[in-house]
């Protein structure tokens, strides 16, 4: 059975009798059905009865009925609206435009608007890099979708994935300052993206690119970084690479192993997977086994999918065969971005000793976090209500702040080695410990750290 979580969490309006103990009579009876309580307000109060308020974490919209029957079941007692918190947080979008600028009178429009801003257009008309300065574009990027690869929910289109777009805008401002906007396409066809993003990329700083099916992304991504002058981020390869690659950092402290001497496992050769392995390469990795559905990726094999066919030629230098869990045995570190269950308490057990194991298939990972921890030295995952997340928004808010305060037009592989090392400076030696090796998404430091790496790194290439 799922635990409560804040994803799932309903405020119970509930009228009762004017008695000392209806408060807490109704408290109780919600609480006995497992919930968790967040918060309980009286609304309106009279010598006849009051109206309360009840907000709590549930397991699932069963749950909220479960409780609706058992309130109504105390004496005297009526459940009225049962609200989604969740829903309501979203309830018109969560983003909004604001002026920048005053309008208080005939001047103040004169200059942001016709005529004085006719010489501010054509001041960009003869030097289009002055729109960097001039407009939006000086701190703004796309976050563009086709909705294709959304979070676990897969192919849900563009509309069903506004929710997911908007919260990330939502990030970039609250942790980097950074404005970002959704921009979901109608469209799977690469070609047509590409072409979308090339023609909408005068307006925009830089394009995250979300949400987006493999193989195409990785064409999407490389096409786009080629043709334009602005920088391309695809936070499902890259961010998740940063951040697995500075909790990793900081893991290796922990059991005070070298990256150059560990042997690795990765599970899922994905979009995830793949940016994984070559942020590892490029941190000093050497020994990498990388498993798909069918095994590992034998050494010199022979894929039509290129990027599996990188992958053949750049991992599995030992020449081994077999399957993902025949991998395991023997190995330093396992890091999955596959999918639930795929390794049991046994597999943790035939890896080397003080062995560290980041699970991240989100929402269930490849082996439950208390099992690993059993015998793994170091545990990490994709879930908030487990020690060490690995959670991109570590990553991308800082990134796409250093790339716009650098001006910068690329990417490049050393900026992705230098944020990851940034985030893990985020942990001092005196704090690290094997319940604390990636700082806490709310940590100011992270962003600004992140940012002023990138910055510096994109201006000592400029």
């Not at 407009?135 to 690869?149: C, E, L, P, Y």
């Not at 990793?248 to 192993?257: D, G």
């Not at 899922?268 to 095994?295: F, P």
Request: hydrophobic share 45%; charged share 20%.
């Amino acid at each position: 059975m799922s635990t409560p979580s804040p994803g799932y969490s309903i405020t119970v309006r509930v009228a009762t009798p004017a008695t000392f103990t209806a408060t807490s009579d109704v408290t109780n009876a919600v609480a006995s059905t497992g919930a968790q309580i967040t918060g309980v307000d009286v609304v309106e109060s009279s010598h006849s009865g009051m109206t309360v308020d009840v907000s709590c974490n549930i397991r699932d919209r069963a749950h909220g009925e479960q409780i609706r029957e058992t309130v109504d079941a105390l004496e005297g007692v009526e459940v009225g609206n049962i609200s989604d918190r969740t829903f309501l947080m979203h309830l018109g979008g969560k983003i909004e435009s604001t002026p920048k600028v005053p309008l208080r009178n005939r001047d103040d429009l004169s200059r942001a608007y016709t005529p004085g801003v006719a010489r501010v257009c054509q001041a960009i008309a003869k030097n289009k890099a002055d729109a960097r300065n001039l407009t939006i574009k000086r701190n703004t990027i796309a976050v563009v979708t086709d909705g294709s690869a959304v979070l676990g929910l897969g192919d849900i289109g563009p509309e069903a994935a506004m929710p997911v777009m908007e919260g990330k805008a939502v990030l970039f401002k609250q942790f980097a300052g950074v404005d970002a906007w959704p921009v979901a396409l109608d469209t799977n066809d690469t070609e047509e993206i590409i072409a979308i993003c090339k023609a909408l990329a005068p307006a925009y700083g830089g394009i995250n690119l979300e949400d987006i099916s493999a193989p195409r992304c990785f064409e999407i991504e490389s096409r786009l970084r080629d043709e334009l002058d602005i920088p391309v981020f695809h936070d499902d390869q890259h961010g998740t690479a940063i951040v697995t690659q500075a909790a990793l950092i900081n893991a290796l402290k922990v059991v005070s192993k070298d990256i150059a001497d560990v042997r690795i496992v990765v599970s899922g050769v994905g979009a995830a997977g793949t940016a994984i392995i070559k942020l590892l390469i490029a941190s000093g990795a050497r020994h990498i086994l990388a498993a798909g559905r069918n095994g590992v990726i034998e050494r010199g094999s022979t894929h039509a999918d290129e990027h599996r066919q990188w992958l053949a030629e750049h991992t599995n230098q030992e020449g081994f065969t077999g399957s993902l869990k025949d991998a395991v045995v023997g190995a330093d570190i396992f890091i999955g971005v596959s999918a639930p269950d795929l390794l049991d308490e046994q597999d943790i057990k035939a890896m080397n000793p003080k062995a560290i194991v980041f699970a991240m298939a989100n929402p269930d990972p490849e082996i439950h976090p208390e099992v690993a921890a059993r015998h793994a030295a170091v545990v990490a995952t994709g879930r908030s209500d487990y020690p060490n997340q690995i959670n991109n928004v570590l990553a991308f808010p800082g990134f796409f702040r250093g790339l716009l305060d650098a001006q910068a037009s690329d990417i490049t592989d050393e900026m992705l080695v230098v944020a990851a090392q940034a985030i893990a400076s985020c942990i001092s030696h005196d704090e690290l410990n094997p319940g604390y090796i990636i700082p806490s998404v709310f940590d100011p430091e992270v962003s600004t750290r992140v940012a002023e790496a990138i910055t510096a790194n994109a201006r000592q290439y400029a």
